[in-house]
């Protein structure tokens, strides 16, 4: 079965501080990942997600996925956080044909 | 804005009614999923449509039933509430259905609470 881990409910990071928001997954056959972001009272926009290729995925509002197969880990990084980057952050798997299956999320205070 | 859109934004109602919620996919895409969002399960995959034809199945209780019309908007249908389906009900649609590159788009979602 198909699953996603975000070992963290909370991550706490100083404005201007590298970020990181963890995630492992397990599937069978090859994975298909993806962050999403929630805003209060928002729904889930997409970041971004890695299909195949490249291991370091950029996406939207300067965030990056780092895929590692031998890990079987998609980490979510900024190298600088902002206030503004407060909010709660999903990881998701999906193999073809299937829907998302996310995991229980993280939420992310940037302090100024 | 993802170009979804759902109605109503919050929904408030008494236990054993029945409720429909609207979800309207970006313009172009084939494919709708719903999602429900509570305390206690997280985000679960309900049901998925793809130009009219149910394509999956999640968790979804046989209280629960949805479709998609011909013009692409889909409805899902809540009946005989219980308390415990308080959540915030999520639609979301893609292009396609089932293709791994294929990214899902989010509404705003629908605040369901039942009293």
């Known amino acids: 079965a198909q699953s996603v881990a975000q070992p963290e409910d909370q991550v706490n990071v100083a404005e201007g501080n590298p970020l990181t928001v963890k995630c492992t997954y397990s599937?069978?056959?090859?994975?298909?990942l993806f962050w999403y972001v929630q805003y209060p009272n928002r729904g889930l926009q997409f970041l971004l997600k890695y299909i195949t290729g490249d291991n370091l995925v950029k996406g939207s509002y300067g965030f990056e996925a780092e895929f590692n197969k031998s890990q079987t880990s998609f980490h979510l990084k900024k190298p600088s956080a902002l206030v503004s980057d407060s909010a709660l952050y999903f990881c998701?798997?999906?193999?073809?044909?299937?829907?998302?299956?996310f995991g229980k999320g993280t939420t992310l205070s940037v302090s100024s | 804005d993802s170009g979804v859109t759902q109605t109503p934004k919050h929904l408030i109602t008494a236990t054993g009614q029945r409720v429909t919620l609207r979800c309207s996919p970006r313009?172009?895409?084939?494919?709708v999923y719903w999602y429900q969002q509570s305390l206690d399960q997280g985000l679960q995959f309900l049901i998925q449509?793809?130009?009219?034809?149910?394509?999956a199945k999640g968790n979804i209780l046989e209280r629960f039933s949805a479709q998609q019309f011909p013009d692409l908007h889909s409805e899902l249908n809540l009946s005989s509430l219980e308390l415990g389906d308080s959540a915030l009900y999520f639609c979301?649609?893609?292009?396609?259905?089932?293709?791994?590159?294929?990214?899902?788009?989010f509404g705003p979602g629908t605040r369901l609470t039942v009293l």
């Open positions: 449509y793809y130009n009219g034809e149910e394509r």
């Open positions: 998701a798997v999906r193999q073809a044909g299937t829907a998302l299956i």
């Open positions: 979301a649609s893609s292009v396609v259905a089932g293709t791994p590159t294929d990214t899902q788009y």
């Open positions: 599937v069978s056959g090859n994975p298909y």
């Open positions: 313009s172009g895409d084939l494919s």
